[in-house]
């Protein structure tokens, strides 16, 4: 990797392997075949696999040799954080001006009107997006900490419970047997 362009050096040949596999659509053996339009062989795939393999790209590099930048990216966050749906209401109007047919106005009655509402279920989805890009969820340890007494330790006893095995024609302790006629 190249520390000073954040890019890593590649061949002529991977370059425009690249460049195809994205014109085709991330078709690795399509991209073999526009690279190689003399191949007439079977193993168009396996070898359109072999070159993807080896060329490595990372998705993010990927993005953004298909357009997809880090600017773009936040342009439609910020566009989803803001989303918004159409909803359509029946105006109804103040009950001084209601005529005596009735509270509501008449189901066949043009008086539809559309607004904007904030849509809440896909602000959430881009809010989680956006907490995951900035990693501003809280670390998955694993590890429970806890402090005892005073912000201390905790001092952590092993209890051992022994068990006895039962006698024959004994219960083992807490445990209740059903008796199948009462049942």
Avoid: C
């Avoid at 399509?30 to 070898?47: Q, V």
Wanted: glycine share 8%.
């Amino acid at each position: 990797m190249d520390n000073n362009r954040g890019s890593v050096k590649r061949t002529v040949r991977e370059r425009k392997f690249i460049d195809a596999y994205i014109e085709n659509g991330g078709n690795a053996t399509k991209a073999y075949f526009s690279l190689n339009p003399e191949y007439k062989g079977k193993n168009a795939r396996k070898l359109g696999s072999r070159m993807w393999t080896k060329v490595d790209i990372s998705v993010s590099e990927l993005l953004d040799k298909m357009g997809t930048t880090d600017f773009k990216l936040n342009q439609k966050l910020n566009e989803g954080l803001d989303a918004t749906k159409v909803i359509s209401v029946i105006p109804i109007p103040p009950k001084k001006d209601k005529s005596s047919t009735g509270d509501l106005p008449d189901a066949g009655s043009k008086n539809i009107e559309f607004i904007d509402v904030p849509d809440f279920n896909v602000r959430v989805k881009y809010l989680d997006m956006a907490y995951k890009l900035k990693n501003k969820y809280p670390a998955d340890s694993g590890k429970l900490e806890l402090t005892g007494a005073g912000g201390g330790p905790v001092e952590i006893f092993e209890i051992i419970k022994t068990y006895e095995q039962p006698k024959q024609n004994e219960q083992p302790k807490n445990q209740h047997t059903t008796d199948p006629k009462t049942d």
